[in-house]
């Protein structure tokens, strides 16, 4: 059973920063890509950044140059540096992995930005 933990999370006012984590059960060499995507209230579910399993990364438009996507490969843990934060930002955000045929998602950190 594959298992991913979101965690760092949390309420920071506009311009400021936060690091999300999400720490895999398995060695994260075992999926093709790892990504994190977001949900605000009452819209659907978007992406935010992904990185594959060779390191590349992608970005949603609304997130470049603000948001860096990394892993560590020997923590098994895939990393989401937010930086510049806006209050379009809030949302629940979901780690997310990806191999042949199968697809799973962490249980959401609540990332909330006001003043």
């Known amino acids: 059973q594959v298992q991913l933990v979101e965690s760092g999370g949390g309420l920071v006012q506009p311009g400021g920063s936060l690091t999300l984590s999400c720490a895999a059960s398995l060695s994260i060499f075992s999926f093709n890509a790892m990504g994190w995507y977001r949900q605000a209230p009452g819209k659907d579910r978007e992406l935010v950044a992904t990185?594959?399993?060779?390191?590349?990364?992608n970005y949603a438009d609304s997130v470049k140059g603000r948001f860096t996507i990394s892993r560590h490969n020997a923590k098994k843990t895939v990393y989401l540096q937010m930086d510049s934060l806006k209050p379009e930002d809030t949302a629940v955000y979901y780690c997310?992995?990806?191999?042949?045929?199968?697809?799973?998602w962490g249980q959401g950190t609540q990332v909330t930005v006001s003043s």
């Open positions: 990185i594959t399993s060779t390191g590349s990364p």
């Open positions: 997310n992995a990806d191999r042949i045929m199968e697809t799973y």
